[in-house]
RNA sequence: GCCACCAUAGCUCAGCAGGUAGAGCGCCUCACUUGUAAUGAGGUGGCCGCGGGUUCGAUUCCUGCUGGUGGCUCCA
């Protein structure tokens, strides 16, 4: 047997090594800067801790607390750290699981009662002890009969339940007298973790099961570098300040009432218009791109939802239907049956195809009331809803035209980065597996023809067929999920629809549902949040805001009022008799984007001076040039 | 729906160990006639979310409901 094992590292250079090196004494060896920054290491695919020994030759990567990878370790071992000190506070603490998460780590636990915000000081507290005390975190592998010895004694219920479960080698991490079931990595000690934050509590089901008991979830977030946590809490703050819930008060956009109901969105005048210039756009772009407009009832004998199956599948999220003259009449949770029915109203030709309808369809489904959220969970809303009906040697050029399309149009808002995901087919599905298989190739083949990198989520269709989703993310890297591009194989077989082919005979459909922003309500939750209220000129309620200096200038405002109003620019005149910094603030408060200061200058010189929101003064403008300057960036639909 | 927390003026929030309430902003009036993010003074404004209970007395304590917040579950 050698003395030394080969070391393989990411350039393909490597070394050897005395037979048990750990990854520290390795990182050690190869420069002092990386011994210090990496937290973890993978050697052979495997994340292993940067104090275990290696015994055979391998491939090593290290991972700092800039990487993704360093940074799950990071959490993770604070995770540890934090039940070490619930479990101090709490002796009868119950443990569930303590998972690393996208932007920090979360411990569910039960206590026997409810903890407080007072109860995270004490755990941080607690915590920060544990952390100065220096313990190494140490990994033992041991026997099944082991560990449920071991966490027997301990009493952790949960942790045996999950043993249960649990399949080929089991390890436990300990630092200090604090021991947990973990497959790890782990930091080497706790002294690593430097500044952290428990965030919030809230409930959680174990092991995400609504008819298990509920744990108490705690968060929380660490890091290295004191800039690095007072970044993210600042991060933090600033989703804060761009929440649509608190901007929707602060601009007059809309608003939700008890009385009117829960779910329920009442749009506001400033947010109305908003609405109807995306409506207007939207509409506009659809007919461009070869779609037919159609509009709908928003109530439907129930009948129609037996045809289209949806209330087999889905009647615990519709509202209950109502009975007139002995009908009983369903309220819509979706669109498509009814296109179905204009499909339906006359025979179609293979020379009609594709069709594409589309509609901003209002629909309303009954949401559990503790996911309602602002505009982003609502019961009543409107679809920005096409269905395309076409021949399967059609589908993939109409997913291509459908990803297009939503390209252009979420670019036009500014959202030009995505999230793609490609789910596939569920255990429970309708249709052939080949017509399945078929229908996925599409999908896939059109992503990939647009090169637009995309993940697969397996077994996540919807009964009815393979399905694109789309997030969009916003200006601070958030995803929110937008677009959805389905085939459906249930639909156009259960309202039999056809076509005659070519051949003269009947044929069946493929059909398409596709929503590029999702919902008018959601869409418009993510708008505000992305531009924090900001909205671009071409979006803004009030365009320009003319603010005369005294009340002698206010004739002369009035007249450049009009002259504005008459270029198609949305102006207000504030003639309240206020100081001009205070009418200033006040603008930019409701983020008016275009300010003009109007004073004996600038009537003696027939100009006016402009203030741009956030930038400040611009100095003076020919009336005309900011005319001019205004209406191409709403005729542009300029994002800034 | 579940766990926890919350609900006081249009908004943000204070207060009450149980004796029907207060600030700032807003709004209105007046004065000031103002040059790039808050002029001053005065005034207006509340069934202390809704119902029930305990109590001599409840905005305060208990309870049910409604609504909201953070998550969980769900999201055709």
């Given amino acids: 047997m050698s003395e030394y094992i080969k070391i393989i590292f990411p350039d393909d250079t490597d070394r050897e090594f005395a037979k048990r090196s750990t990854p520290s004494d390795i990182a050690e060896q190869i420069s002092r800067k990386l011994s210090q920054q990496a937290i973890v290491a993978k050697f052979n695919d495997r994340m292993v801790d940067m104090n275990r020994p290696l015994d055979s030759d391998g491939r090593i990567v290290f991972y700092t607390a800039d990487d993704p990878e360093g940074l799950d370790t ?91 479960t ?48 509920m744990l108490q979830r705690i968060y929380g977030i660490s890091f290295p570098k004191k800039s690095q946590l007072d970044d993210y809490l600042h991060k ?22 008890e009385t009117v109901g829960a779910g329920l969105i009442l749009w506001h005048p400033n947010g109305a218009l908003i609405r109807k210039l995306i409506e207007d756009f939207w509409k506009d772009e659809h007919l461009k791109a070869g779609y037919e407009l159609v509009n709908t009832p928003h109530i439907a004998r129930l009948n129609l939802w037996e045809v289209s199956g949806h209330l087999d599948f889905y009647s615990e999220s519709m509202f209950k239907p109502n009975e007139m003259d002995n009908v009983q009449y369903q309220i819509k949770p979706m669109n498509c049956p009814f296109h179905l029915a204009i499909y339906k109203s006359r025979t179609r030709s293979y020379r009609e195809l594709p069709i594409r309808w589309a509609e901003l369809g209002t629909v309303y489904r009954y949401e559990r009331s503790g996911v309602l959220h602002g505009l982003l969970r609502v019961r009543g809303f409107t679809q920005d809803d096409a269905h395309i009906f076409c021949r399967p040697d059609q589908l993939e050029d109409e997913i291509l035209r459908c990803l297009n399309f939503n390209t252009y149009i979420l670019k036009t808002f500014g959202f030009e980065n995505y999230d ?33 990198a995309y993940s697969i989520d397996p077994g ?17 890297d958030r995803a929110w999920q937008c677009t959805t591009i389905q085939v459906d194989f249930n639909e156009p077989e259960r309202f039999d629809i056809t076509y005659r082919g070519q051949d003269g005979h ?96 600038e009537i003696a010189e027939a100009t006016i ?24 960036e709403i005729s542009t639909k300029q994002i800034t």
């Fill in 74 to 164: 990071y959490w993770h071992s604070t995770s540890h750290v934090m039940a070490h000190a619930i479990k101090k506070l709490f002796p009868e603490a119950n443990f569930g699981f303590g998972p690393a998460i996208d932007h920090g780590f979360y411990y569910d636990v039960e206590v026997g009662r409810t903890l407080t915000p007072e109860d995270l000081e004490k755990i941080e507290k607690v915590m920060q002890e544990i952390i100065d005390s220096d313990k190494p975190f140490k990994r033992r592998v041991v026997t099944r009969d082991e560990a449920i010895e071991l966490f027997s004694e301990r009493n952790e219920k949960f942790k045996l339940e999950h043993i249960q």
């Fill in 506 to 601: 009947d044929q069946r459909p493929i059909m398409v549902h596709r929503a590029l922003m999702g919902s008018l309500e959601r869409f418009f939750g993510v708008l505000i949040e992305n531009y924090g209220g900001a909205f671009p000129v071409w979006l803004s309620p009030v365009q320009v805001i003319l603010l005369p200096i005294t009340d002698s200038h206010l004739e002369h405002a009035e007249i450049l009022r009009e002259r504005l109003v008459d270029s198609g620019i949305r102006v207000k005149l504030d003639d309240r008799s206020e100081k001009i910094g205070y009418k200033i603030r006040d603008a930019e408060m409701q983020k008016i984007p275009y300010m003009c200061i109007i004073g004996d200058k």
């Fill in 460 to 476: 996540e269709g919807v009964f009815y067929g393979p399905k694109i989703d789309i997030k969009i993310k916003d200006v601070l």
């Fill in 420 to 452: 793609v995901y490609l789910s596939t087919r569920p255990d429970n599905y309708v249709g052939t597996v080949e017509n399945w298989d078929k229908a996925t190739e599409a999908l896939k083949s059109a992503l990939e023809k647009l090169g637009l």
């Fill in 236 to 257: 933090l703050e600033e989703a804060r300040k761009r929440d649509h819930r608190r901007l929707g008060k602060e601009l007059d956009l809309f608003s939700i009432n």
């Fill in 609 to 632: 001076s402009v203030r741009k929101r956030k930038e400040g003064d611009l100095g003076s403008f020919n009336v005309q040039d900011f005319i001019d300057r205004v209406t191409h």
């Fill in 166 to 213: 649990l399949e080929g080698e089991l390890s436990v991490y300990g630092e200090g007298d604090f021991i947990d079931l973990c497959s790890g990595p782990h930091l080497v000690s706790t002294k690593q973790i430097k500044y952290f934050k428990l965030l919030n509590i809230s409930g959680a089901y174990w092991k995400g099961d609504e008819s298990n008991p």
